[in-house]
């Protein structure tokens, strides 16, 4: 504890100045807080990865089912006129009759083998586009939020960096009336307890620390004749 002989009007005047600096702390934390916070977030930055992925999973089905669809237009195209040629009723042949309907019969084996992969090609193409656009929509709520809020935070630091500006100018005229070398433990005292350079005392408890002094430092404090740090946490002390 040191005691430095001092006015107790100085002692008001470091309090209001705590004070400022209490809101120019919490409208620089409020700054920094947002500044963090501006930029796409990693929800975001997943959301839209995995859009591009479903996407690209949805291309890939309708590149299959339309391969599957061209083989099995194909085969119509093949089995057409094999069947116009059988019922044509210019082959006069049996066992050339007998092949041509065999070949028919293997064309369709093959088209119905075809139709059923083709089925089962739509039912993957239909579940890659349920969850493309599944995906989309969530990305588009997420994009939509994100940007509302990034347009807050952008409102929030310029509303904070214009009380900043106002506070300084408070700090600066409020510290012209205290002594330089109160100012100097003060910001010491400050910059190493969170902030907090002056506590106030509740009949024999600094408020800093909770912790209950002797009551020769409470009635030093109390004069106003100097200026008593807390022998704990050497907070400067004001007897309101």
């Given at each position: 504890m040191?005691?430095?002989?001092f006015s107790m009007t100085q002692i008001a005047d470091l309090?209001?100045?705590?004070?400022?600096?209490?809101?120019l702390d919490s409208r620089r934390a409020t700054v920094e807080d947002a500044q963090a916070r501006l930029g796409e977030t990693e929800e975001l930055i997943a959301a839209r990865a995995r859009v591009e992925e479903l996407g690209a999973a949805l291309r890939s089905a309708q590149t299959a089912q339309k391969d599957i669809e061209l083989e099995a237009d194909d085969i119509k195209a093949k089995i057409a006129p094999a069947e116009q040629k059988l019922y044509s009723g210019n082959i006069r042949n049996p066992?050339?009759?007998?092949?041509?309907?065999?070949d028919i019969d293997q064309l369709k084996r093959y088209l119905s083998a075809?139709?059923?992969r083709d089925l089962?090609?739509?039912a993957v193409l239909e579940q890659a586009e349920q969850e493309w656009r599944a995906a989309r929509a969530e990305l588009e709520a997420l994009e939509a939020a994100w940007a509302q809020e990034q347009e807050e935070l952008r409102e929030r630091i310029e509303r904070a960096t214009?009380?900043?500006?106002?506070?300084?100018?408070?700090r600066a005229e409020q510290a012209e009336y205290i002594d330089g070398d109160l100012l100097k433990v003060y910001d010491h005292v400050r910059r190493v307890h969170q902030g907090r350079g002056v506590a106030k005392l509740?009949?024999?408890l600094c408020l800093g620390c909770r912790i209950s002094l002797p009551v020769s430092i409470v009635n030093r404090a109390r004069s106003g004749n100097t200026v008593v740090q807390c022998p704990n946490c050497e907070r400067i002390l004001?007897?309101?």
């Open positions: 040191r005691a430095t002989t309090w209001k100045l705590q004070e400022i600096d209490s809101a066992k050339e009759l007998s092949d041509l309907q065999a075809v139709e059923d089962a090609a739509l214009a009380e900043i500006a106002v506070f300084e100018r408070e509740d009949r024999n004001y007897a309101a």
